[in-house]
């Protein structure tokens, strides 16, 4: 499946958390994530993602590791996306060390999540905030077949536009990119 997805920056973010709370009842949650990649950083070059995420939040902690492919669609950096649940945050890490990956970046998310019907499509939107970073992202996000990258993401952008995010406001911007540079 691949993870259509796009994400902009926001002006306004307690006018479009209005709007999404009138969508769906959102789960706040905060994220910690550590990205891992080969000693060469052949991962991060080929665009792949390998990431171990801990989700923190009112129903409990939980941990997914996921693989993300390089983008199927560039301007959007929409990915093939493979995920799957893990019993021990700490066994994971340790596999992944054990196999030759590097942690290279670790942070943390603070995220308000909605999930909801829009266009005959599950769509999940999350406000976000990375504490290192100045500013609100708006990431909406849905899963697809292969062929239905293009029109899934004229469902996102249509989204989009009724939450009154404008097309100038997309960014490619990657968290670990901008976590990397704020670090130095």
Known sequence: MIEAELKARVHAPEAVMRKLDQLAVARVEVYRDTYYDRPDGSLEKAGEELRVRTVHGADGTRTVLTYKGAAVDEESGSKPEHETGVEDAEAAHAILRGLGHVAYIAFEKRCRNYSFEARGRRMLATLV????????????????????????????????????????????????????????
Request: proline residues 4%; charged residues 25%; without cysteine.
């Open 129 to 184: 905030r990375v504490p290192e970073i100045d500013g609100t992202f708006l990431e909406v996000e849905t899963l697809v077949p292969g062929g239905e990258v293009s029109s899934a993401l004229d469902d996102i952008r249509a989204v989009l536009a009724g939450l009154g995010i404008d097309s100038e406001d997309l960014t490619r911007q990657t968290y670990t990119g901008a976590v990397a540079a704020q670090r130095g």
